[in-house]
């Protein structure tokens, strides 16, 4: 059965990084898969092959890509609420799918109007998130417990919850009470096809040596790579310290940190703890582009932070092949179980070991990718997210019609599922 679903994005989509990831496959897969699919997003971000994307009210003071917590939102949120009602009213979805909070709460009054399931993309606590991105200073501002509450509210709007991790079903269950039997564990998929280990083929080789050329790495390094948001939620100042204790007794690695915004900061903290020359940040890598840049990895790293946020890294490095070495938190070792190298979360000096553990035992962590491949192109890739995504629409529009059902229709299927299983001798 084909749907037609309003996507909420209440973000600047699309960019390069992890959430956009996530919301452009699972797009991508159900429009392939013959659904009718319109995105309602922000004003700004990067139009995407063969999704119909609607977008919000020009604001031509804010044209760069929002990430995270922003007061920012709170004006863009109102013209995304205006544009999804807007296309809600033209396209009559049978389905919402909201992603993030402020998308489940733009899509709570939908639903009403048109008595239509919605379906919650949860990618993190939002009030974890906002200390995270020091919007909050932590949980004994003033702030916080509003917003928990209204975190809290928005939950409960869902018909459906949908995680990238058993750690963040985890925490529904745990801290806020969401009803398991709503609850679903959808972990982000990957294109094995086009992210994959080089093959050492000459064309793929001469790929690589242009790319290292272009970015001025030395010949003779050892590169270890990041592809990602920078900001110090993800670890990457923590990252830079243990390349600083790295590189003073192995001169010959090379750090390629991958990503945005910040690309400036952190040139000019790569310069005060002396190691510009060992690390290369070339800004933002197109999405249809980072497997070749990781191509270039020996080792990928992923200092994450964040206690509740999924990593979609960590997939996109296990079906490059690359030996993870990461923080050790819940969702690192849901990902990557006993073949990932763990560092003390937080500890600078564990993280600059565990990278040299890695390097320098060049066999052993080449088996832990050789594992980590074929448990992405098993598990993660991205051909599980089409039947997924339909199995929880449909159990959420049967939940939808069966609650709708009058008490005599519900009596009357009751009686005859009572006679029927009376007639199989249950």
């Known amino acids: 059965m084909h749907h037609t679903i309003l996507m909420i994005a209440p973000t600047s989509f699309f960019a390069d990084y992890g959430a956009h990831i996530r919301i452009w496959q699972e797009a991508k897969v159900l429009h392939d898969r013959g659904h009718r699919l319109v995105i309602a997003t922000y004003h700004n971000g990067e139009d995407m092959p063969d999704l119909d994307i609607r977008r919000s ?23 995304l609420s205006y544009r999804a009602l807007k296309v809600a009213l033209q396209i009559r979805p049978s389905i919402i799918h909201a992603h993030l909070h402020e998308g489940a709460l733009i899509g709570a009054p939908i639903k009403r109007l048109l008595k239509v399931p919605l379906i919650f993309d949860f990618q993190g606590s939002m009030t974890s998130e906002m200390i995270d991105h020091r919007f909050l200073s932590g949980k004994d501002s003033p702030l916080y417990q509003p917003l928990w509450q209204l975190e809290r509210f928005i939950n409960t709007q869902a018909d459906a919850v ?25 972990i982000d998929g990957i294109n094995t096809s086009r992210f994959r280990p080089f093959d050492g083929s000459p064309e793929w080789d001469a790929e690589r040596q242009r790319l290292r050329r272009e ?22 100042n923590v990252l830079f310290e243990a390349a600083q204790q790295l590189i003073a007794e192995s001169p010959d690695v090379h750090f390629l940190v991958m990503g945005y915004p910040g690309v400036d900061s952190y040139r000019e903290l790569a310069e005060a703890l002396g ?55 819940s969702v690192s070792r849901e990902y990557l179980g006993d073949i990932g190298i763990y560092a003390a979360w937080g500890s600078a000096s564990d993280l ?40 929880i629409y449909g159990t959420a529009l049967q939940q ?10 519900k009596a009357t299927t009751a009686h005859d599922e009572t006679e029927e299983a009376v007639e199989r001798g249950v």
């Open 275 to 329: 190691i510009a020359d060992h690390v290369t940040l070339p800004g933002r890598i197109l999405y249809k582009d980072s497997h070749a840049y990781l191509a270039l990895g020996d080792v990928a790293v992923a200092p994450k932070m964040s206690a509740t946020e999924g990593s979609g890294k960590i997939p996109q490095y296990m079906a490059m092949g690359l030996p993870v070495v990461t923080f050790d938190t």
């Open 400 to 409: 939808q019609k069966h609650a709708r059902q009058p008490c005599s229709d």
């Open 162 to 186: 949908i995680t990238s991790s058993d750690n963040a079903a985890n925490l529904l269950l745990r801290d806020f009470g969401f009803p398991s039997e709503r609850l679903y564990t959808m």
């Open 57 to 79: 009210w020009d604001v031509p003071w804010l044209k760069r890509a929002m990430v995270g917590s922003s007061r920012h939102k709170l004006y863009l949120d109102v013209a």
């Open 352 to 391: 600059a070991a565990k990278l040299r553990m890695a390097l320098d035992n060049r066999e052993w962590a080449a088996e832990r990718g050789r594992i980590g491949r074929s448990y992405a192109e098993r598990y993660l890739s991205w051909d599980h997210i089409g039947p997924q995504l339909e199995e």
């Open 215 to 236: 970015l001025g790495i030395p010949e003779n390094r050892r590169i270890v790579v990041y592809l990602g948001l920078l900001a110090q939620y993800q670890g990457i």
